[in-house]
């Protein structure tokens, strides 16, 4: 293990400039491992031919970890002259390193921010975009789980929750003519629409989160309200309009059902400060389906009126959804948690034994 007696041997040698000689030398090893450790201890030698160094190996070096770690500990030390060079590098359209700059920068930018508070407006802003793709990637089993367990919560919370009051209204529509027994029929139906507004919840949510991991509960109430409206919206068009009673009308029965989506998802997020999280994101979930769905039936959507189904009936319902949804996600978070930054997760550490 290269770093394990790496304080050692540093103690041995008594001046800073030999400290960090010896770990230039070790960064222009054959081994990866030895090149990675180099990286990582020279954020304590603030000079410029460590940051000129560092700048070349997050450029330049064969093996992935090791130039993240190098572009990482660029963007501790704070000196500036290895973030120019690697500035330069991006600005030059014709550099076969550009997109390996960029990379560093936006590592740069993750912890550290302030460092590239200088930088002109169109280098910093690719640089933002770069790390969003990075934090993405990141967390992707988490964001790819969570949006799994949203879409299988939907499915349930849909076929389970809303059956009960759509069945209703359809045997009041045929007079007698139907059968509770029309629910084994009407809930898979359901189920599909829920599974694609759960997932399209779960994705805001997980999605939000990572890519703002510097206030993750922003990203989360944003993510989830912005994807959960919007998704919601869309996907229960065709429930919103199945019986349509005009222009205005069957747009403020889609509108309802972004709404019951956009309750569901603060409901589920804004909890997050709360102890103990878990539980009041449930009761957020099930407080939140059930006033979306209250107000769904207000803004014209039949099957969800208080006249046409009862009252308890059609709280019940709408807390089922919101609860489900809330438990799959939940669920999921956590199992797989967040990423942060690559230093503090330890994300270019692999080689380092």
Do not use: C
Not at 177 to 196: E, H, N, Q, T, Y
Not at 309 to 315: C, E, H, I, R, T
Request: charged share 15%; glycine share 14%.
């Amino acid at each position: 293990m290269y770093d394990e007696d790496v304080p050692y041997w540093l103690a041995q040698a008594s001046e800073p400039d030999t400290q960090a000689q010896v770990l230039l030398d070790m960064l222009e090893s054959d081994a990866d491992g030895a090149r990675l450790t180099a990286a990582k201890y020279l954020v304590g030698y603030p000079q410029d031919e460590v940051e000129t160094a560092l700048a070349h190996t997050a450029l330049e070096d064969p093996e992935l970890a090791v130039q993240d770690t190098a572009a990482v500990s660029l963007g501790q030390m704070g000196n500036g002259k290895g973030i120019s060079l690697l500035v330069d590098t991006v600005s030059d359209k014709q550099s076969v390193h550009r997109a390996r700059g960029l990379h560093a920068l936006a590592l740069i930018q993750d912890v550290a921010p302030d460092q590239l508070a200088g930088v002109a407006g169109p280098t910093r802003r690719q640089a933002t975009l770069e790390l969003a793709r990075i934090r993405f990637w990141r967390n992707w089993p988490r964001i790819r789980a969570v949006t799994a367990a949203g879409a299988i919560g939907g499915a349930l919370g849909f076929g389970l929750g809303l059956t009960p009051p759509i069945t209703l209204h359809a045997l009041a529509l045929l007079a007698g003519r139907g059968s509770m027994l029309d629910m084994v029929f009407i809930a898979p139906l359901l189920a599909v629409f829920g599974l694609l507004a759960g997932a399209v919840m779960a994705l805001g949510i997980s999605a939000g989160e990572s890519l703002l991991s510097k206030r993750p509960g922003v990203g989360r109430i944003t993510g989830s309200s912005l994807l959960g409206g919007l998704g919601f919206a869309i996907i229960l068009s065709p429930l919103a309009i199945v019986d349509p009673v005009g222009l205005p009308g069957d747009v403020w029965k889609i509108v309802g059902g972004g709404l019951f989506g956009l309750l569901i998802a603060p409901g589920i997020t804004v909890p997050a400060a709360i102890t103990p999280r878990r539980a009041a994101a449930l009761a957020g979930g099930a407080v939140g389906g059930a006033l979306g769905m209250v107000i769904w039936g207000a803004l014209g959507y039949k099957p969800f009126q208080l006249g046409t189904v009862p009252a308890p009936v059609l709280l019940v319902s709408g807390g089922l959804v919101g609860l489900i949804i809330a438990f799959s996600i939940a669920w999921a978070e956590a199992r797989w948690p967040v990423k942060g930054e690559a230093r503090r997760e330890g994300e270019a550490d692999g080689l380092a034994t």
